[in-house]
Structure formats: structure tokens, C-alpha cells
């Protein structure tokens, strides 16, 4: 994968737990949005490609190509590193990598808006 671009919609954006292996080796570029539907897995999100619906995000440049060994074996076998197109909100669209949800659902829950900021606070499904 050529690109030095991370699109991301959970865990890893600022504020939330796997943010540490983004700061300080990624420039944070600002918010974004790409095609695709957004669940809730309880602990963390899942983003599926599609036209249904947008998902929300922040997107990264990443200081050097050794950080992606780090971001696969974080995300795990049940998510698979592919391309997006990013609409970022300041304007203008770029390409980045973005991690897909590739095993299944189960019980997972539609996050309304595709915002898991917006969302996690609340109503995730293993808030309590």
C-alpha cells in the first residue's frame, strides 16, 4: 500500500485508547468522512465499504512505514488494512488507508450517523 494516509473512525482517534500508537508518530490532518456503515462491537467499532451511509473520522499522515506493523497487529486478523477515498471536511479529498471490518457482525448495533465519537459516550452497547 503506497499511501502514508490512515483514515480513522474508533479506537485509534484522539481521546480513546489505542490513540498512544498514533501520538507522536502520526500529523494529524483533520476530520474526514468515507462511504461505508459504522457498528458497535461493545468495546470498539466496526466499518464496513458501502454507499449506505457515511462514517466519520480523523485522518492521519504517518511519520514513517514501520508504524503500520504496529497499527495491523493492534487492529488483528478481524480487520483488513484496504484504500478510501476521504471527503475531509476542510475541503478537498485525499486517498488513505482505512482498516475494514472483515469477520463477523453478530450482535453488533448501526451507529446512527456513522459518528463513534458522537456515539461511544452514550449509547455504546457495552457502556454501563
Not at 35 to 52: K, N, R, T
Amino acid at each position: 500500500m503506497a499511501t502514508e494516509l490512515l483514515f480513522v473512525y474508533g479506537t485509534l482517534m484522539r481521546g480513546f485508547g489505542l490513540h498512544r500508537l498514533l501520538a507522536g508518530r502520526a500529523e494529524y490532518l483533520g476530520e474526514g468522512e468515507v462511504a461505508g456503515l459504522l457498528f458497535d462491537l461493545g468495546a470498539y467499532p466496526a466499518a464496513l465499504p458501502g454507499e449506505g451511509g457515511r462514517i466519520r473520522g480523523e485522518v492521519y499522515r504517518l511519520a514513517g512505514p514501520e508504524l503500520w506493523q504496529a497499527l495491523d497487529s493492534a487492529e488483528g486478523s478481524q480487520y483488513h488494512r484496504g484504500e478510501v477515498g476521504v471527503r475531509l471536511v476542510s475541503g478537498g479529498q485525499v486517498t488513505a488507508a482505512i482498516y475494514w471490518y472483515v469477520a463477523p457482525l453478530g450482535g453488533a448495533v448501526p451507529i446512527p450517523g456513522g459518528d463513534y465519537r458522537a456515539h461511544a459516550p452514550a449509547r455504546s452497547i457495552h457502556h454501563r
